[in-house]
Each structure stands twice: as structure tokens, then as C-alpha cells.
T-cell receptor, first 111, second 114 residues
Framework: QKEVEQNSGPLSVPEGAIASLNCTYSDRVSQSFFWYRQYSGKSPELIMSIYSNGDKEDGRFTAQLNKASQYVSLLIRDSQPSDSATYLCAVISGSARQLTFGSGTQLTVLP | DGGITQSPKYLFRKEGQNVTLSCEQNLNHDAMYWYRQDPGQGLRLIYYSQIVNDFQKGDIAEGYSVSREKKESFPLTVTSAQKNPTAFYLC?????????????FGPGTRLTVL
């Protein structure tokens, strides 16, 4: 059973702070890792993808991947109230290229 | 505009009825997926299709059926055999067969059983 685990939260941070979201996965051969943002009542929106160990930065977002520890994280710098959403970690593994999702972390950025 | 469309946005079903959810994409994506999301939970895979006229069961296929007669279309039928169909249904698509290709989602259909 391939699993993706996230802290369910909720996570609250003040505006301007760094929000740190964490995800672990069980399948060692997983090859692709994604972070989706989902606003209440809306569909998930892809915000970051990462495929190799290390950091990947895109604006205020940084994804970090450590395959040895089977750990992927998302940092949001200078958090804004508009970042308040549920963040879903997703992992691709296996020949079918299926995405396995974590249950999501609900983030609230307090003004 | 390129994208993935789902219809209807809201759907109400009486118990014992079959209903069909539409998913269309004009992104020329090869693979298409159906997920179900229950409140406070992640997405669970119902069915997926990597090529026309072929599809595979996901983790929770019981009570659902699909077809893939055209590359652009992947409709999902929720049958009366699905015991608890009230949920948010999301269609997604992806280009190519590489594990490096991102999946993109349609806006979703919210199904409620009356």
C-alpha cells in the first residue's frame, strides 16, 4: 500500500511569516512529487513540482525533496491571507504513473 | 481557451438512479483520471485511462463505470450500486506517459444524493 502522509493541521501562521508544510511517502521508488493548493469548494491547483533531491524555488514557494528520508516539504515565504487553503502533497510512482495524494494540510494565514 | 471542463457543476441524484458526469479536455492530453474527494480528505482514484478505448480501475472503482471513446472525453457514470456517492468528483488529465508530467484538474462536480 503506497501512502502519503501529511500533518492534517490546521496550521496557523501570522501574515509575513514562513509557513512550512511537510509530507512523507512510503514508496521508495517514487519519482515525482507535487504540491497542489485547494481553496474551499474549488479544485486543486498545481503550484510546485520537484523531481530531484534538493530545493526548487518559484517566487515565494520553495519545495524541498529528500529521497533518502522519503520526505518532501513546501515552504511559503512572506505568507499572505490569500495563501489560506488546503495544501495537498502528491506522489507519482509505479508504471501506471498514478498520483497518490495525502489528506492535505489546512493552512490559515492570520492578518 | 485550453483546459478541462466538467459538467454539471452541481448534480442531485435520487437513490437508485444512475448519473453521468462529463469531463472534456482540449489540451491534447493522453491520460485522463477520475478522483473522488470526501470532506476533509485527500483525493482517491476511481478510474484512469492512458489511451483511447482503454481504462483501468483505481482504488475505489466499485459502483462506477467509465468510457473513453474519444481522446478528449472521459465520462464517469455513478451507478445505483455505489452506496455512498455524495462527494466532490474531480477529473484530471496529463500529457504523455512520463512520470514527470503534471496532472491538471477540472473545476469538479459536486454530487449530492437526495
Amino acid at each position: 500500500q503506497k501512502e502519503v502522509e501529511q500533518n492534517s493541521g490546521p496550521l496557523s501562521v501570522p501574515e509575513g511569516a514562513i509557513a512550512s508544510l511537510n509530507c512523507t511517502y512510503s514508496d521508495r521508488v517514487s519519482q515525482s512529487f507535487f504540491w497542489y493548493r485547494q481553496y474551499s469548494g474549488k479544485s486543486p491547483e498545481l503550484i510546485m513540482s520537484i523531481y530531484s533531491n534538493g530545493d526548487k524555488e518559484d517566487g515565494r514557494f520553495t519545495a524541498q525533496l529528500n529521497k533518502a528520508s522519503q520526505y518532501v516539504s513546501l515552504l511559503i515565504r512572506d505568507s499572505q491571507p490569500s495563501d489560506s487553503a488546503t495544501y495537498l502533497c502528491a506522489v507519482i510512482s509505479g508504471s501506471a504513473r498514478q498520483l497518490t495524494f495525502g489528506s492535505g494540510t489546512q493552512l490559515t494565514v492570520l492578518p | 481557451d485550453g483546459g478541462i471542463t466538467q459538467s454539471p457543476k452541481y448534480l442531485f441524484r435520487k437513490e437508485g438512479q444512475n448519473v453521468t458526469l462529463s469531463c472534456e479536455q482540449n489540451l491534447n492530453h493522453d491520460a485522463m483520471y477520475w478522483y473522488r474527494q470526501d470532506p476533509g480528505q485527500g483525493l482517491r482514484l476511481i478510474y484512469y485511462s492512458q489511451i483511447v478505448n482503454d481504462f483501468q480501475k483505481g482504488d475505489i472503482a466499485e459502483g462506477y463505470s467509465v468510457s473513453r471513446e474519444k481522446k478528449e472525453s472521459f465520462p464517469l457514470t455513478v451507478t445505483s450500486a455505489q452506496k455512498n456517492p455524495t462527494a466532490f468528483y474531480l477529473c484530471a488529465s496529463r500529457w504523455g506517459d512520463s512520470g514527470y508530467n503534471e496532472q491538471f484538474f477540472g473545476p469538479g462536480t459536486r454530487l449530492t444524493v437526495l
